[in-house]
């Protein structure tokens, strides 16, 4: 069953027989080992299944980067903390010009303030923008304004990462070709590899055929061995990747 705990596990697996070691962001961004994989997890909701990516990988020996939202559904302090202490980076998943409206003035007071609450949890180094899909503002247009540097902060993905060089692959619309679907969550990739199913991936590791250098994004609240869980987010997903291919990206 594809997008399971289960699959991950496999996933990660073969990628670790494949040869690669594993880097947070803000270590790749500050010696890039030649083969290796950054494991991006933007932490929308559900941030318990999060935390069950992140014992996981610590049982498997790697470490991701996990950003978190400063929203209800995303925040949790305890899950925060116990991710940190598992060897993990967390970073902030921004989204300032959608809650403030397109106001620049307002959004990096918020970006700041949420920036400095995090900051009070775990050390946070990078961030990233959440694509929020049915807002009209792009987050990333902050920064034609303003420097996240100035925050002491090392990196942005859609910024700081070559992805002529980089393969990007994310579970955007629960799979792995959703260029379709995706309003914001997309690259200019150099690469022509096209994935449909977690398993498609697996065997292109296993067969050598992945490029030295890999980010993966993932989406934890879309990953269940909860059969229940699992079908109500399958049916769920379908109907948004429908709404978005038709009224927000084409």
Excluded at 72 to 93: F, M, N, V
Excluded at 187 to 197: I, K, M
Aim: a positive charge; hydrophobic letters at 40%; proline letters at 3%.
């Amino acid at each position: 069953m594809d997008f399971s705990l289960k699959k991950y596990q496999t996933l990660l697996t073969s990628l670790l027989q494949a040869g690669y070691d594993f880097q947070t962001f803000d270590c790749f961004l500050k010696d890039a080992i030649p083969k290796t994989i950054v494991l991006r997890h933007d932490v929308d909701r559900l941030p318990e299944h999060a935390l069950r990516f992140a014992e996981l990988q610590r049982g498997l020996g790697i470490t991701g980067v996990y950003y978190f939202r400063s929203v209800p559904q995303s925040w949790d302090e305890r899950i925060i903390r116990k991710i940190a202490t598992l060897g993990h980076e967390i970073g902030y998943h921004y989204e300032c010009l959608t809650t403030c409206k397109g106001n620049l003035s307002l959004a990096i007071q918020d970006f700041e303030k949420n920036l400095m609450a995090l900051r009070r949890l775990a050390p946070v180094l990078t961030v990233c923008m959440h694509g929020s899909p049915l807002s009209r503002f792009d987050s990333r247009d902050l920064w034609k304004t303003y420097n996240y540097r100035d925050f002491g902060i090392t990196g942005e993905p859609y910024f700081d990462v070559d992805f002529t060089n980089v393969l990007y692959l994310t579970d955007t619309g629960r799979r792995w070709d959703g260029e379709k679907v995706s309003v914001r969550d997309k690259v200019n990739s150099g690469f022509n590899l096209v994935f449909r199913q977690t398993d498609d991936i697996i065997q292109a590791a296993q067969q050598k055929a992945l490029p030295n250098q890999v980010m993966f994004t993932f989406h934890p609240q879309r990953w269940s061995d909860n059969t229940f869980f699992w079908l109500k987010e399958a049916t769920s997903q379908r109907i948004k990747n429908v709404v978005k291919h038709y009224f927000f990206v084409r």
